[in-house]
């Protein structure tokens, strides 16, 4: 019989074993996140779109800001502008502040109402502009390859530039007040209430950074993401922006070589260089939370292998099948999301085979998310050959002449006379071997 000093000692050392263990496999899996996200910084391309988004900031910068103006005035709340302008800033130390001045002045000196149809028209199409370049970066990381539709793209661009200054506003305002009550005041006075409401006037500004880039990542990438994920992403984002506005304001204060080397340029230099570290610290968040919605692409390399002829082909006609067969049985349409999980293929493999059938007609998207997917035309209409062939076609459907094609000409025709007459429909109801 084991003694009950050993039985103990046993169950003790066996739980710090377990625990140990847990803890091997986080450091694992820790790090395996950690060289994905370094593997896709040294590959260049997160950088190359942080700078075309700086770029695309400049152009945009002033519409927007006059756009938020004119908003933020009309519910009395324009005022509000320079300090978030002013926070954005803060790294660039004094003149920073002068800058935002100088930009509110000229945003100010804006009269929105004068521009007429064509101004006010090419203001909202340059702001939207913006919002496509950060979608196009988004969709990068997330390997979506499909854009928004027009008629969505607009709505849902216009209702962030509506809703967002508000709700920032609003955010930044019930917090100030509720902070300066006269009842907070009375808590503050007693110990250790003071110090916990201190500390949370502190976190305030990083909970407002980390839940502005969880809605970003929710919502401008053009597939569904989960909440933990963007989550995720946002708190690593708002982590890096704080950390590196901290140590960005230290280099500005000790950089007096860049402001005799560049004199009243040196402001400007600056602010490219802070533009360009904040996108690539959103687009590192992005890239996060993509990983940690899709664990299994923490592969040793990014890029997807290449889609052989066959493989395509039968990737399209499953992916046919499973809207079609949803469709007769006068179920709900199938998700792109849906085809993800389903379908035994990476993500970029099946965004490309519903951009061929959606070019070619056979497939069309539906819903107020645009993901739904539902046949176009009519199954008993459409044969098996017709939709191999559009399938072997792709997007460009260049062919070229020579004997080559025509042998392959002769193939698709002796499979259109054989067992490719029958229709899409016939196919998808015939009775399972």
């Known amino acids: 019989m084991i003694p009950v000093w050993l039985a103990r000692l046993r169950e003790t050392l066996w739980g710090e074993h377990e625990a140990l263990t847990r803890f091997q496999h986080d450091l694992r899996r820790a790090g395996r996140y950690l060289y994905a996200l370094s593997r896709d910084l040294l590959d260049g391309q ?17 519409p927007l800001l006059a756009l938020t103006f004119s908003l933020l005035k009309g519910l009395g709340a324009h005022n509000a502008l320079q300090p978030m302008l002013d926070r954005f800033l803060a790294p660039l130390g004094p003149q920073g502040h002068d800058l935002s001045r100088n930009i509110i002045a000229f945003v100010e000196n804006i009269k929105v109402g004068v521009l007429g149809f064509v101004g006010v028209a090419l203001l909202l199409y340059t702001v939207l502009s913006m919002i496509q370049k950060v979608e196009d970066s988004f969709n990068y990381t997330w ?7 027009l008629g ?10 509506l809703i967002g200054p508000f709700a920032i506003f609003l955010a930044l305002g019930l917090t100030a007040s509720v902070m300066s009550s006269a009842f907070v ?9 003071g110090a916990i409401i201190y500390v949370l006037g502190r976190l305030v500004p990083y909970l407002v950074i980390v839940g502005l880039f ?9 597939t569904r993401v989960r909440f933990g994920a963007a989550f995720g992403g946002g708190l690593l984002a708002g982590f890096l922006w704080q950390s590196a506005s901290l140590a960005f304001a230290s280099f500005v204060a000790n950089s007096t070589n860049y402001n005799a080397i560049y004199s009243g340029f040196a402001i400007v230099i600056l602010g490219l260089i802070w533009l360009y570290l904040g996108w690539l610290i959103l687009l590192v968040g992005c890239q996060l939370a993509y990983y940690l919605q899709n664990p299994e692409r923490l592969t040793p390399t990014r890029i997807a292998p290449q889609m052989w002829g066959r493989s395509a082909e039968l990737l399209g006609l499953q992916a046919v099948a499973l809207v079609g067969r949803r ?41 107020t998310g645009g993901r739904q997917l539902l046949p176009k035309r009519d199954l008993d209409s459409l044969t098996v050959a017709q939709l191999w062939q559009l399938l072997r076609e792709g997007v460009d459907g260049r062919r070229g002449s020579g004997e080559a094609v025509a042998l392959v000409d002769g193939l698709e025709a002796a499979f259109a006379q054989s067992g490719g007459r029958q229709t899409v429909r016939e196919w998808l109801t015939a009775p399972k071997a």
């Open 327 to 367: 469709f007769l049985a006068g179920e709900p349409p199938v998700t792109l999301d849906q085809l993800h999980r389903e379908l035994p293929a990476l993500p970029e493999h099946i965004e490309r085979i519903v951009e061929v059938l959606l070019h070619h007609g056979v497939l069309a998207e539906s819903g």
């Open 152 to 161: 969505q793209r607009i709505g849902e661009y216009l209702s962030v530039l």
């Open 143 to 149: 390997r979506v390859a499909m854009r928004r539709r």
């Open 46 to 62: 997160l950088s190359l779109r942080a700078m075309s988004l700086v770029y695309t900031t400049l152009l945009s910068l002033v």
């Open 214 to 222: 969880t809605f970003l990542y929710s919502f401008i990438p053009n």
């Open 185 to 193: 005041a009375k808590l503050a006075a007693i110990e250790p209430m």
